[in-house]
């Protein structure tokens, strides 16, 4: 989750049930436990959310099947976030 779906979580999470996915089980595990990793969105905001059976996340990608809508969040810029992420997993990547 970046600042853009966490916005929309955070704005709309109120209204009803909300699923995060995210590729990450560190971040899953760290927005069910109603910490945010996003400076902008802080865990006193997402907390809440989860106590209240609101917001939860997930890594399975079938949860979509049962959606009543999908928001797509990707991240910006792509080619820094994708270095981020495959560094962290001891990837190499470069820019051609």
């Known amino acids: 989750m970046g600042v853009s779906g966490a916005e929309v979580l955070r704005n709309r999470g109120a209204e009803g049930g909300r699923r995060e996915i995210d590729l990450q089980a560190h971040r899953v595990a760290a927005i069910n436990r109603g910490a945010s ?9 997402l907390a809440p959310l989860v106590q209240a059976g609101q917001l939860s996340a997930t890594t399975d990608y079938a949860t979509c099947a049962a959606a ?3 928001v797509i969040c990707v991240p910006t810029p792509f080619t820094k976030m994708i270095a981020a992420y495959r560094a ?9």
């Open 37 to 45: 990793h996003i400076p902008d969105v802080p865990s006193a905001t």
């Open 88 to 96: 962290e997993r001891g990837e190499a990547w470069s820019r051609k």
């Open 68 to 70: 009543d809508a999908l």
